[in-house]
Each structure stands twice: as C-alpha cells, then as structure tokens.
C-alpha cells in the first residue's frame, strides 16, 4: 500500500490546537507496509501558518547533539551550497547513520536552528541549507528558479554522505514549502517524504495573487537581498507604511517602487516581467507527467487563513487529479503535541 498524499487543515478546538488529516491512499506498491500510510507528523511542529520569518522554537532548544558548520554542497554546475549538520550524538563519538532531514531556505540557516537541534537530539540528522546566492551559499538569488535542481543535487549529496542511511526527508513552510515539491518533481531517488506546509505557488498566490502586483513584494526582496538577513528592516513596519503611503500619495509607478524604498532590485524587475502563470513560472512547478510519477509520500499541510493556502490547495489538487483512480480517504484528528506525533515519523522513516 504506497501513500500518495496526505492533506493537513488546520482548525481550533476549544483552547487546543489540533489538525484533521485525509490521508490519501494509493494501492500503487504492494511491498511498502501499511504504517507508511501515516506520515512524518512530527515534522509538522512549528511550520503551520508561519511568516517567511519563522520563529525560533522551542525557546530552549536542547544540547545534546554535535554541529558540522559550512559544509559545502556541490551542484551540477560547480556552485556550492552552505550546509549546516546537527547529528545526533553516538556514545562512542562515531558518526550515526540515520535518516537525513532537511530545510532548504532563502532565510539563512540559522533561522531554523532550534528545529534543527531538535531533530538531532531526538535521532535524525538535520541539515539546514541555504539557497543558492542566500547565507553562505555561492551563486545568485533568483526567486524560485533554481531549486528544483539544486533541491534534487542536496538529496542526492546527502544521501551518500556516511552518516545518512539512504533516506533523505525534506521539512518547512512557504518558501521552504514550495522547494519541496520543487525537488520532488525532479524524482531525486533518495528522497523518501517531503512535509510542505502552506507552500507558496509561484505565479498564483505570489508574487502577484490575482495578477496584481503587491507592494509586500518589495518588502519581501530587500528582506531577502543579499547574502545575509535582514530581519530588523524587513520587520520595521511603520517604515514600510510610510514608504508605500508616500508612493501612492506621489502617484508614482508601481514599477519605480523598488528604487523608490532605496533597494532597486532585479529580482522586482523580474517579477513585473511575468505578473501572470506563464512558461517561466511553469518551469518552477510539477508537470502532470511529473505528478503522475511522484511515489514519495506527502503531507502537505495548510489552514484557512495562511496567505499561501491557495498555493497549497493548487499542489494538492494537482496531484490528486494525477494520481491513480484508486484512492480511499480516511479522516484522523490528532492532538497537537511531540510525543504523539512523533511515534508517526518515528514508524515511517526507520520502516524498513
């Protein structure tokens, strides 16, 4: 029994926040065992509805684990992307060999490190990557361009690294949410579940929803230019009201906005190039051949008042239309805390 995708929607009950999951089954391989119908819960935590500057959590992340900081990751066209390894400790001090989980995000590793330490500390080995021209990593930063072969080179990279069993997993939130099916539709062998959550669609819910430009792009790319954060401009918001109120007062065009804040930008001319789904965005996104030939169990996830929840619902119902015509569905609801959730990842990724 192969799981083809599981559909996270997020809702309140009482004081408690929990998630209905429709799992979405696909009597496709007979061989994978039926706890594969449950996914990598765990990794669900602390990615629901975040901004594209996800907090810290937990506040404390634990210690117990060791760190590899500017691990180089070689892509097929000789551009090296910076890794950051939490590896769970050995009582002899060798390298484990477990299942590899990573983050591939323009927002600077260290943004996800207290996951990262988690993850480690509890027996995955975690790997915080930055994009490519993002953090330490080399190359040019252009939005969604290059991550599906860069998403697919790192699974393949990490999967033949010593401390990793064969199984590589992807994990995170909007940006993070959209480079993972980025990568899957390149069908990477190695890559065993990816856990999108309120995945960002390009050329539908960003950078223009509705084909019209928004000034949050700007916003957004001069948070993201460079190669290093820029978190206490990118969160000042009574200079952006001012600024994008002075605009408007000023009549000025749309297309002047970037130079007009004082970070002319490339990537903002870009976008108004394409305001609409067109063949550049296309490139960036599953085929319905490639969704016809994703095997990788998924658990995307989303809720009712995520700004990319459009984005998530579209890779859903794009796979579903292209998957098998034998499906089931079968509703849970689960409480929202670690310790059940984690049995679920726990049973998927180590199954043999």
Not at 69 to 96: F, H, Q, W
Not at 243 to 249: E, P
Request: glycine fraction near 6%; hydrophobic fraction near 40%.
């Amino acid at each position: 029994m192969g799981v083809r995708c599981v559909y996270a929607s997020l809702f309140r009950a009482g004081k408690n926040p929990c998630f209905a999951v429709a799992v979405h089954l696909q009597y496709r391989d007979m061989k994978r065992p039926p706890s594969v119908a449950v996914l990598s819960a765990l990794l669900a935590t602390n990615i629901i509805a975040q901004s594209p500057t996800p907090a810290p959590s937990p506040e404390q992340p634990p210690s117990d684990y060791n760190l590899r900081c500017g691990v180089k990751i070689p892509m097929r066209d000789k551009v090296e992307l910076n890794a950051t390894l939490y590896l769970p400790r050995t009582p002899d001090g060798s390298l484990p060999k477990t299942p590899v989980i990573f983050t591939l995000t323009p927002y600077i590793s260290d943004t996800y490190h207290a996951r990262g330490a988690y993850f480690a500390s509890h027996g995955y080995v975690f790997a915080l990557v930055d994009v490519r021209g993002r953090g330490n990593s080399g190359g040019e930063f252009e939005p969604f361009a290059n991550e599906p072969r860069d998403g697919h080179d790192v699974v393949e990279w990490l999967a033949k690294q010593p401390f990793c069993d064969g199984k590589v997993a992807m994990w995170g939130g909007s940006y993070a949410g959209f480079d993972q099916w980025a990568t899957a539709k390149e069908l990477p062998p190695h890559l065993a579940t990816i856990v999108p959550a309120a995945a960002a669609h390009p050329g539908l819910d960003f950078p223009s929803p509705n084909n019209i430009g928004v000034s949050y792009d700007v916003q957004w790319l001069t948070f993201t230019s460079g190669h290093t954060p820029q978190n206490n401009l990118f969160g000042d918001e009574k200079f952006w009201r001012a600024k994008f109120l002075d605009a408007y007062k000023k009549h000025l065009p749309f297309k002047s906005l970037d130079s007009f804040v004082g970070n002319p930008s490339a990537n903002f001319q870009r976008f108004l190039k394409h305001p609409m789904a067109d063949a550049y965005y296309d490139a960036m996104l599953p085929t319905r051949e490639q969704f016809q030939k994703m095997a990788t169990p998924i658990l995307t996830i989303t809720g009712q008042y995520d700004g990319d929840e459009l984005g998530a619902l579209m890779y859903y119902r794009n796979h579903l239309a292209n998957a098998s015509p034998r499906v089931e569905w079968i509703i849970r609801k689960f409480a929202w805390h670690d310790h059940q959730l984690g049995f679920f990842w726990s049973r998927f990724m180590k199954e043999s």
